[in-house]
């Protein structure tokens, strides 16, 4: 048994900053889990999203097929005959593919419309000169 006080005090001050330890680390564990908790729920959040297509033009939201048109909240109206959203996601990125293999560059997409033309979506690449009418 320890007599002195002062040992007493000294093994009371260790214990106690055993305890702040022991709770600063639980609290540290906890902060982590709810971390991993939020990321893992943005993910499953993002794996629910993956079905969208999101729109070339604007690059912000995203396309909807509907009634032979594609649309965007951005403005974007394209008419089209049998579209569907699982052809269109095809085609975005079949157009996409093919022209990295060509070119390093990101190609710009835009909606273009004659005189008496409907609406078309254009992707155009100033870097190799190319263009391609999608829709």
């Known amino acids: ?3 002195d006080p ?3 005090a000294v093994l009371e001050e260790i214990q106690q900053e055993l305890i702040l330890q022991e ?3 639980i609290e540290e564990y906890e902060r982590s889990q709810q971390f991993d908790e939020e990321c893992l729920n943005a993910m499953l959040d993002g794996l629910d999203a993956s079905d969208k297509i999101i729109c070339p033009a604007c690059r ?3 396309l909807t097929v509907r009634n032979h048109f594609v649309f965007c909240q951005c403005g974007l109206c394209i008419g089209t005959e049998g579209m569907t959203e ?3 996601r095809s085609l975005l990125e079949q157009t996409v593919t093919e022209h990295s293999h060509r070119c390093s560059q990101s190609p710009e997409f835009t909606v273009t419309s004659g005189m008496e033309e409907e609406a078309s979506l254009l992707m155009s690449c100033p870097a190799c000169d190319s263009w391609m009418i999608l829709l």
């Open 1 to 3: 048994m320890l007599e």
């Open 60 to 62: 912000k939201n995203n």
């Open 86 to 88: 699982e052809k269109l």
């Open 6 to 8: 002062d040992e007493l």
């Open 23 to 25: 709770q600063s680390v």
